[in-house]
């Protein structure tokens, strides 16, 4: 059986090339970013290895270029590859953080509204409900902005990244508690549940080990999902400020940053974050449209 599914998935992937696409670069993303250290050209954040009289070259390819530099440099002479590779590192680590924490709460909070019912699922959904009034990248940009204005300036610098991963995971999850309640109150119908109950099982074994198996499908599309939408919002807490530390930035920090200068002839330093930026969030919306697709087979 397991072959079959295994054979099947290839096929449906092979026949899919911009899904292959996708996950290629996405792949090469991860790696690249993950590994900034090997395949950085240059220590973006090291003053010790910048020089201000490498600042604003532009691409290799144009006029006044340096060929140390391939995609040029930003007003403090940092190498944007570098940057680019070194900021996708944290945007991606926020993304997937992020989304995690969503999945952690989400689940447990619509596995427990959706298995007991009653007043357990009314007080639960009702706090869903109150949050989800509110746009989740508000939610984010209030918890960020509260803890930005509560802690000391270099506390908040040193805690940037675990802090974005909280503010967008607790924005995020009330979508995963909602699509986990549908389908586990569509389970505890179902013959194994009754045949589990018949025989004894303890109700956490159930819902663990029984029930959660067999709603892994919507989440884990839901969760591809939401990767791309937690490094929006990363980038636009980024933009706005209330992100990672200059000395560290993201690929929204390095946008905010290059976008001071845009009009002032530097483009590649808003243009080409920007493009990686893009890049990454429509192949992460693509692979999970896939997978979507493969996972319900009347959509294929």
């Not at 954040?45 to 040029?72: C, K, M, Q, V």
């Not at 989304?99 to 959904?125: E, K, N, Q, R």
Request: charged letters at 10%; one cysteine or more.
């Amino acid at each position: 059986m397991f072959e079959r599914i295994r054979s099947d998935f290839w096929y449906e992937l092979l026949n899919a090339p911009v899904t292959v696409v996708s996950a290629i670069i996405i792949a090469s993303m991860v790696i690249g970013c993950s590994f900034a250290p090997i395949f950085a050209p240059h220590t973006p954040f090291d003053p010790g290895t910048i020089s201000i009289l490498d600042n604003n070259l532009p691409p290799a390819w144009l006029p006044a270029s340096d060929p140390r530099f391939l995609l040029g440099t930003d007003l403090q002479g940092r190498d944007v590859l570098s940057a680019m590779l070194y900021g996708g590192r944290i945007s991606l680590l926020v993304g997937v953080g992020a989304v995690a924490l969503s999945v952690v709460i989400g689940m447990t909070v619509g596995l427990l509204a959706g298995y007991f019912g009653g007043l357990t699922d009314a007080i639960l959904m009702r706090v869903a409900e109150i949050q989800f009034a509110f746009p989740p990248i508000l939610i984010a940009l209030l918890f960020n902005g509260i803890l930005k204005a509560s802690l000391p300036a270099d506390v908040f610098a040193r805690a940037a990244v675990p802090i974005m991963i909280l503010a967008i995971g607790l924005a995020g999850w009330v979508q995963f508690a909602r699509i986990v309640r549908a389908s586990v109150m569509v389970q505890r119908g179902q013959d194994y549940v009754t045949a589990c109950h018949a025989i004894g099982l303890p109700t956490p074994r159930i819902i663990l080990r029984h029930i959660t198996p067999n709603i892994l499908g919507p989440v884990l599309v839901l969760a591809m999902l939401q990767i791309a939408v937690a490094i929006v919002t990363e980038a636009t807490l980024s933009f706005l400020g209330l992100g990672t530390p200059l000395t560290e930035p993201s690929l929204g920090g390095l946008i905010q940053v290059g976008s001071l200068y845009l009009f002032s002839g530097v483009w590649w330093v808003v243009i080409f974050p920007g493009v990686m930026l893009l890049v990454m969030v429509v192949a992460f919306n693509l692979v999970a449209d896939w997978v979507r697709d493969y996972l319900n087979p009347r959509l294929r």
